[in-house]
Antibody, heavy 122, light 108 residues
Framework: QVQLVESGGGVVQPGRSLRLSCAASGFNFTSHGMHWVRQAPGKGLEWVSVISFDGSEKDYADSVKGRFIISRDISRNTLYVQMDSLRIEDTAVYYC???????????????WGKGTTVIVSS | SYVLTQPPSVSVAPGLTARISCGGNNIESRSVHWYQQKPGQAPMLVVCDDIDRPSGIPERFSGSNSENTATLTISGVEAGDEADYYCQVWDSSTNHWVFGGGTKLTVL
């Protein structure tokens, strides 16, 4: 079945780095843009980053631009986000999400992983 | 950047109709999507492109979008509908995806 499974979360000190992964299965990975969305404890959803279906376009929320890098490996059907210079305010559950199929003209997120927790603390 | 405004909370008795608003400047020109998130779970898409329901979502869930307000309507509310609900649009000027602040639906 269609599935996204995140991994790589943990506890990290401020200023350090972490790489999250999202393994995709059950669908054609190269037909969909992919997103990272995060949720700080007790807060709402915050969009973090997007990568297009073919990896040619990437964009970032202002809060992470210059510190996070999104990428995808089509040979492994895996989405990544490299998070550098982590701050306490980056503490959150990080979800990966599939965007509606390329060419559909829509831009919703129709499949979500269960999330992985990142805690930035000294 | 584009801002979406939702009421923090909405309360409704079982069997009645809940309406959750999502305000944005000329939001009717954008496609609005709605997500349900229950405690400890990932968000789930319940309405897309203003009015469509993904497969498996009950007909009780419907959406509308006019002028500066989009609305998620849940008819015949059940206890299991108690959750946080988020609206979302794509901001073409920045290529950023935007979420509203979320609305906690309480079933009395």
């Amino acid at each position: 079945q269609v599935q996204l499974v995140e991994s790589g979360g943990g506890v990290v000190q401020p200023g350090r780095s972490l790489r999250l992964s999202c393994a995709a299965s059950g669908f054609n990975f190269t037909s969909h843009g992919m997103h990272w969305v995060r949720q700080a404890p007790g807060k709402g959803l915050e969009w973090v980053s997007v990568i297009s279906f073919d990896g040619s376009e990437k964009d970032y929320a202002d809060s992470v631009k210059g510190r996070f890098i999104i990428s995808r490996d089509i040979s492994r059907n895996t989405l990544y986000v490299q998070m550098d210079s982590l701050r306490i305010e980056d503490t959150a559950v990080y979800y990966c999400a599939r965007e509606s199929i390329h060419g559909s003209g829509s831009d919703y997120m129709d499949v979500w992983g269960k999330g992985t927790t990142v805690i930035v603390s000294s | 950047s584009y801002v979406l405004t939702q009421p923090p909370s909405v309360s409704v008795a079982p069997g009645l109709t809940a309406r959750i608003s999502c305000g944005g400047n000329n939001i009717e020109s954008r496609s609005v999507h709605w997500y349900q998130q229950k405690p400890g779970q990932a968000p789930m898409l319940v309405v897309c492109d203003d009015i469509d329901r993904p497969s498996g979502i009950p007909e009780r869930f419907s959406g509308s979008n006019s002028e500066n307000t989009a609305t998620l309507t849940i008819s015949g509310v059940e206890a299991g509908d108690e959750a946080d609900y988020y609206c979302q649009v794509w901001d073409s000027s920045t290529n950023h995806w935007v979420f509203g602040g979320g609305t906690k639906l309480t079933v009395l």
